[in-house]
């Protein structure tokens, strides 16, 4: 099991940036992908961004260009940096931690708030 809690969510003006930072309970040095969902209000919850044990990424393509995903596994820990954000990125963005292991078992933090508006 592992719990994960994401930071850095806030009120930014289109433009701007932030940074999201998702602190894991264990190591996530073995965990098979690391990733960023969002979800606003009235749609589905979508991939954002995503980071493999390998260190591959991928991205949407909403966001391919102006958000960056890293891991710090010493820190245990997942950053999103985001750029230029924009109004239709205003979302709750959830940590999501895949686990394969006999099987594929999703852990989700309980989301921080991002709101881009003038």
Known sequence: HVQLVE??????????S????????????????????????GKQR??????FSGGNTNYADSVKGRFTISRDNAQNTVYLQMSN??????????CNAREIVLSTTDYWGQGTQVTVSS
């Open 18 to 41: 932030l940074r999201l930072s998702c602190a894991a309970s264990r190591s996530i040095f073995s965990i098979y992908a690391m990733g960023w969902y969002r979800q606003a209000p």
């Open 7 to 16: 930071s850095g969510g806030g009120l930014v003006q289109p433009g701007g």
């Open 85 to 94: 954000l924009q109004p239709e990125d205003t979302a709750v963005y959830y």
């Open 46 to 51: 979508e991939l954002v961004a995503r980071i």
